[in-house]
C-alpha cells in the first residue's frame, strides 16, 4: 500500500512514552503513518491542519485545554477529522462528554496495539470503535438520559432497525453482515439511509440519537 493510500493519524498525548510509543507503532505497520504528535491541544490547534489527518488519537488529561474541550476545535481546524478517545478514563461524565463533543470512538489506554491498529481503520471505514467495558456503560448512559421517543423509529424500516440495534450493540459492518446474513455492501446501504433519515453523520451520532431517543433498547 502506498503512502497516499495510508490512514493518516496524528497522536495529541501528553505523555512522551505513549506519545512516542504511538508513533513508532503507527509508522512501523503497512497501511499507517504518523502525520505528527502534539504534547497539548494548544500545540495542535495551531498545526494540525498542515498534516492533513484522517484520524486523531486524542488523550483527555492533557495539561491545558482538556481533550473534550478540545475536539470541537479539531473539528473546526479539520472538519472530516475522525476523533478517537484515548484515556485511561472511563467515568460516565467524560465518555457523555467526549461523544457529545464529536469523538467517533472511546478507547482505554490498556487496549491491545493490534486493535487499536484496528480500531483506526474501523472508525476510518464508518466505524465507531468503542472498548467494550465503554460500550456497556454508553448503553446504560443513553438509556438513563434519554427523553421518550418522538418519531424517529417510524420512519425506520423492520431492517434499518435491526441494522441500526445491531450497531449500537457495538457491531462494525463486517460483524453486522455476518449476524444478519448479508453482505457488507448491504449493511453499508442500510446505514446510509439510516444516517439519512436520523439526519446524523456517523454512526457514532446514529448511536447517540438511538439511544437517546429510544428508538431501539
Partial sequence: MGDAD??????????REIRDG???LINGTTGFRCGGTFRSMEEALPRIA?????????????????????IP???????GLLILV?????????IFRALCAGACGYLLKRIAPAKLLESIREVKNGGAPISPEIARRVVQLFRDFSPPAELEERRLSAQELRVLQLLVEGHNYKTAAAELGVTVNTISFHTRQIFRKLHVHSKSEAVAKALRARIVT
Fill in 6 to 15: 495510508s490512514v493518516r493519524v496524528v497522536v495529541i498525548e501528553d505523555q
Fill in 22 to 24: 504511538l508513533a513508532v
Fill in 50 to 70: 498542515a498534516t492533513d489527518p484522517d484520524v486523531a488519537l486524542v488523550d483527555i488529561g492533557l495539561p491545558g485545554m482538556s481533550g473534550i474541550d478540545g
Fill in 73 to 79: 476545535r479539531l473539528l473546526e481546524k479539520c472538519p
Fill in 86 to 94: 484515548l484515556t485511561v478514563f472511563e467515568d460516565d461524565e467524560r
